[in-house]
């Protein structure tokens, strides 16, 4: 296993389904984690969970779509763990909406919190990651295939992909900057699709089933540690072959 004993993690959106199987392996691992939702009671709790005495974990509210609240985290991570060697931008956004109807304030809403929001933090840590460190950012399948009635997240999670490999030429050769896809993963996210077409997803996917938070947290572990050293600038699907197969 990786030994992320002294390394400092800053995660956003890590209230969610995904993002809290993140912050548990690096945890796990030895990290410190400075952590950001907009949630922030739901947060607070899974902090104090995760870390009672609160010695290598930290947390605060974020709101993806402000970048004062990006410069905040990193100011956090700096002034408690002295950097960053991780960023993992995990905040996210997944409403049904078709555009025939969708508002301005829709779209601008799922553009901030999935797209704007990466920007903002990516631009806050650069100068706070220390060398060797990793960026991951967690983009979809959508971003790559389009989505019915996800419009907006899925040109957010698309820009995510392109903005991924122009941030890994300018961290080069300091930083590596890689992005994952996740496909289907069982979290609340994806509830309200499972309900509709839940089982016909399943039976299109080649492995049968939907992935695990877990999953996804140790495809992120991989890349943030040096067994991907010569890695960066690339995706990482993980979608149990549904990308493939439909
Ligand atoms: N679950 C899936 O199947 C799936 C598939 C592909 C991609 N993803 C992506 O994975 C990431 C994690 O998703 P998840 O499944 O854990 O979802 P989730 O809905 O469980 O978690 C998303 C988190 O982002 C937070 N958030 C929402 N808007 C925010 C904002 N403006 N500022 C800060 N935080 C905000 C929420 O409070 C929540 O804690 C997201 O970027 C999501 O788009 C998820």
Not at 2 to 8: A, E, I
Not at 86 to 107: C, H, N, S
Not at 157 to 183: C, H, Q, Y
Request: a neutral charge.
């Amino acid at each position: 296993m990786f030994d992320f004993g002294g390394k400092t993690l800053l995660l956003t959106g890590a209230n969610g389904g995904i993002t809290r199987a993140i912050a548990r392996l690096f945890h796990v691992l030895g990290a410190n984690l400075v952590l950001s939702d907009l949630n922030e009671a739901g947060l607070k709790g899974f902090g104090a969970e995760l870390d009672p005495a609160g010695t290598r974990v930290a947390t605060l509210k974020g709101d993806a779509t402000k970048s004062a609240d990006s410069d905040a985290a990193v100011k956090l991570a700096q002034e408690r763990f002295g950097g960053i060697d991780f960023l993992v931008t995990g905040a996210g956004l997944y409403r049904d909406q078709v555009i025939a109807t969708m508002t301005d304030e829709q779209w601008r809403q799922t553009i901030g919190a999935n797209l704007d929001g990466v920007f903002y933090i990516c631009r806050a840590a650069s100068p706070a990651l220390r060398d060797g460190g990793a960026v991951v950012n967690i983009a979809s399948m959508a971003g790559h295939r389009g989505s019915h009635q996800h419009a907006h997240y899925a040109a957010a999670k698309g820009a995510v992909l392109s903005f991924t490999r122009s941030l890994a030429l300018e961290l080069a050769p300091r930083v590596r900057v890689n992005a994952v896809s996740p496909g289907l993963i069982d979290t609340p996210m994806v509830v309200p699709l499972l309900k509709v077409r839940g089982p016909q997803l399943i039976d299109q996917t080649p492995l049968k089933r939907l992935g695990t938070p877990e999953e996804v947290a140790r495809v992120i572990a991989f890349l943030c540690s040096d067994w991907a050293s010569f890695v960066t600038g690339e995706t990482v699907h993980i979608n149990g072959g549904l990308y493939i197969a439909s």
